[in-house]
């Protein structure tokens, strides 16, 4: 099975995710997407980063009406900091029956040269990237397999629905109906946001 790699803080998962999950699997040959969550980076005290576990949590209430994407804590279990190929080699060892490729932004695009082992990255992994404005797709980078897609975007931010939530607006069509309600039975983003 060919599946596709979303990583991302996800803090909150909002509809802008989930509509890119979406799209990359029903208008790609990728055959299931798994959200990768982050954990929290111990060396970060950023206080409106939510534990990792309640963001884990929100991506799968987000996800469970549907059977092709998955919320995935692998890198709960790794070393840390994570590095995106040791995800990458982790995940092909416990499935060898799988395909990986790795779902990103034009903006995160920009910078992939950077990242830990990114030639084997590179040569290696599909790369299925969504243009975001004002990140033209950098097609000089040595990439092996550049899968573009024209995903629709939504111009929601994750800080955005911090943001209403401590300002008490509603955000309501701004994330998944169960994700809303969970957050405000737990009370989620209240507190004012510090290191950001």
Do not use: C
């Not at 699997?25 to 309640?54: A, G």
């Not at 900091?81 to 990103?104: C, G, V």
Request: charged share 25%; aromatic share 10%; net charge neutral.
């Amino acid at each position: 099975m060919k599946i596709g790699l979303y990583f991302g803080s996800f803090n909150p998962v909002h509809n802008g995710h989930m509509i890119i999950a979406s799209f990359m699997r029903q208008h790609t040959d990728l055959e299931q997407v798994w959200m990768v969550v982050s954990p929290q980076n111990p060396f970060k005290t950023n206080q409106s980063l939510l534990n990792e576990y309640e963001r884990l949590h929100l991506v799968k209430i987000a996800a469970e009406q549907d059977l092709s994407i998955k919320a995935i804590d692998i890198e709960f279990h790794l070393p840390r900091p994570s590095y995106t190929i040791n995800t990458l080699t982790y995940l092909e060892e416990k499935y060898p029956q799988h395909e990986f490729a790795i779902i990103m932004g034009s903006d995160s695009l920009m910078n992939l040269d950077k990242w830990k082992n990114s030639n084997l990255i590179m040569d290696r992994y599909p790369v299925y990237v969504y243009e975001r404005p004002g990140f033209p797709i950098n097609r000089s980078l040595p990439i092996k397999n550049l899968v573009e897609t024209k995903a629709p975007l939504l111009e929601i931010s994750a800080s955005m629905v911090r943001k209403m939530i401590r300002e008490g607006k509603s955000i309501r069509y701004f994330v998944p109906d169960n994700v809303m309600e969970d957050i405000q039975q737990n009370n989620f983003y209240k507190a004012k946001e510090k290191n950001i």
